[in-house]
């Protein structure tokens, strides 16, 4: 299993950047997929989570109305678009499979190696 986030980088405030991560080695396409964070000293959290059709999806209350996430199950292939970027959105962005969620918590079973994510002028 392989999960290659890519599209990270350093970003102005008010900028945007759109992260990818190309998936193998699972049927992707029959899993909810999605993004977390984490930043400096804080602990990961969700960002958003999307069901295996792209009908259905999640955002953390902190992105939503700025970040959009989309699937290509034909390419295996995630995407987080993020707009306004602030800089508190500056993290290591993880993209993961499999996720699931038990009483409020997301954990996921497979996991990307992160795409670090700077917003700052």
């Known amino acids: 299993v392989q999960l290659q986030a890519s599209g990270g980088g350093l970003v102005q405030p008010g900028g945007s950047l759109r992260l990818s991560c190309a998936a193998s080695?699972?049927?992707?396409?029959?899993?909810?997929v999605g993004w977390f964070r984490q930043a400096p000293g804080k602990e990961r959290e969700i960002v958003a989570t999307?069901?295996?059709?792209?009908?259905?999806?999640y955002y953390a209350n902190s992105v939503k109305g700025r970040f959009t996430i989309s699937r290509d199950n034909a390419r295996n292939t995630v995407y987080l678009q993020m707009n306004n970027l602030k800089p508190e959105d500056t993290a290591v962005y993880y993209c993961?499979?499999?996720?699931?969620?038990?009483?409020?918590?997301?954990?996921?079973?497979?996991w990307g190696q992160g795409t670090q994510v700077t917003v700052s002028s």
């Open positions: 080695g699972f049927t992707f396409s029959g899993y909810v």
């Open positions: 993961a499979a499999r996720i699931t969620s038990t009483g409020g918590t997301y954990g996921a079973k497979y």
């Open positions: 999307i069901d295996p059709s792209g009908g259905s999806t």
